[in-house]
């Protein structure tokens, strides 16, 4: 792996909502980097954020400046395979925004190229630095629910009139299924392993809807299942997180406000930056229920983490076999939903032995 001895020096691929959102800022708020670059169609929007860093249309220009260690992608889905593959191919790190890609074959041959080159490639998921999963994660950790038998994660919201925008239309990549459950599927991996089988239900919901705007996926377990939830057409009653065990279970109400804190201009480690003020709410055997305070989320952990691969002081924070694992489960739900069954995985004994 490369060894940085003093700045990471950046180049930022895309400056739409995702580059501009959550790239830019946590980017900033990192000291050991700095964006030297943006790649973008829009000069004066990135002008307008940061005067003072290089701005050129063409990616692939920006992959081969000499001042560039880290390329960070965070275009429309459909192009973060062939952009990551050619960031790789011109000897650069890369970070890819979510899902890792459009199918687990590209996913493949990104994680071999990767090690091929001998360079860090790294998956976007953020939201494991998000206050109300450290906070659920830190409670089934710590035993206040016992074994876990159901865990629900939901991501909901109403806008029930269809946006012109990429996210929204048919095209590859689209939908909330592509959007949010990188997002579900990332924390549900990381707290419960591989599932033994995934039964997903897709579809379109809304008027004038072009991609599916609801889904609802069960991962299988040995002895417990996960529900993964998300929909558009949710206007109250919203609950992020259900967890229920053989001692108790446990109940998350209100999302993250990091997304919420970033759209209103808070520099991450801001005072009240990562605040959740809503507790969990637990719940014993004998159904008393107690507020347990929310722990602080900070996204700021992910590119601190990948400043520590580069300069050997840690791991990646979201290696390739991870994200692939990830894209598995994106696969599967796609696949159960035209077959109309349980499927597993698409892995194979290699990947399955190799992740964590």
């Not at 919203?238 to 209100?254: E, I, M, N, P």
């Not at 894209?327 to 939903?337: F, G, H, L, P």
Request: charged fraction near 25%; proline fraction near 6%.
């Amino acid at each position: 792996m490369n060894q940085f001895p003093s700045i990471i020096r950046v180049g930022l691929i895309g400056y739409g909502f995702s580059g501009k959102t959550f790239h830019k800022p946590l980017l900033m708020a990192e000291p050991r980097m700095r964006i030297t670059c943006v790649a973008s169609s829009d000069s004066v929007k990135v002008r307008a954020d940061l005067p003072d860093v290089a701005v050129d249309a063409d990616p692939i220009a920006l992959m081969a400046r000499e001042d560039i260690d880290l390329v960070v992608i965070a275009t429309p889905n459909e192009h973060h395979a062939p952009l990551a593959r050619q960031a790789l191919l011109s000897g650069k790190n890369v970070v890819v925004d979510k899902p890792f890609t459009l199918t687990l074959a590209q996913a493949r041959e990104l994680r071999a190229l990767a090690a091929q080159q001998g360079r860090l490639l790294s998956v976007f998921h953020n939201r494991r630095w998000d206050s109300d999963f450290l906070s659920v994660k830190a409670a089934i950790a710590t035993g206040l629910v016992g074994r876990v038998a159901h865990f629900e994660s939901h991501i909901d919201r109403f806008r029930p009139v269809v946006r012109k925008r990429w996210r929204e239309n048919a095209e590859p990549g689209g939908g909330l299924w592509f959007d949010l459950g990188p997002h579900l599927a990332d924390q549900a991996l990381c707290l419960f392993g591989l599932p033994l089988a995934v039964h997903g239900d897709l579809m379109m919901q809304r008027d004038g809807a072009l991609s599916d705007d609801w889904a609802h996926v069960v991962l299988e377990y040995d002895r417990h299942r996960v529900i993964l939830h998300g929909s558009m057409l949710a206007a109250g009653g919203l609950t992020r997180f259900v967890v229920h065990g053989d001692k108790g279970s446990v109940l998350k109400r209100k999302a993250d406000g990091q997304e919420a804190q970033l759209l209103a201009g808070m520099t991450p480690g801001d005072v009240k930056w990562g605040h959740d003020p809503d507790p969990l709410l637990a719940y014993d055997e004998n159904g008393s229920e107690r507020e347990v305070p929310a722990l602080q989320g900070d996204q700021r952990g992910y590119y601190a983490g990948i400043a520590d691969a580069l300069t050997g002081a840690g791991p990646n924070p979201v290696p390739p076999i991870q994200a692939l694992a990830v894209m598995a489960v994106i696969d599967a739900a796609n696949r159960s939903t035209r077959e109309k069954a349980s499927v597993g995985l698409n892995l194979t004994d290699e990947e399955i032995a190799t992740w964590p």
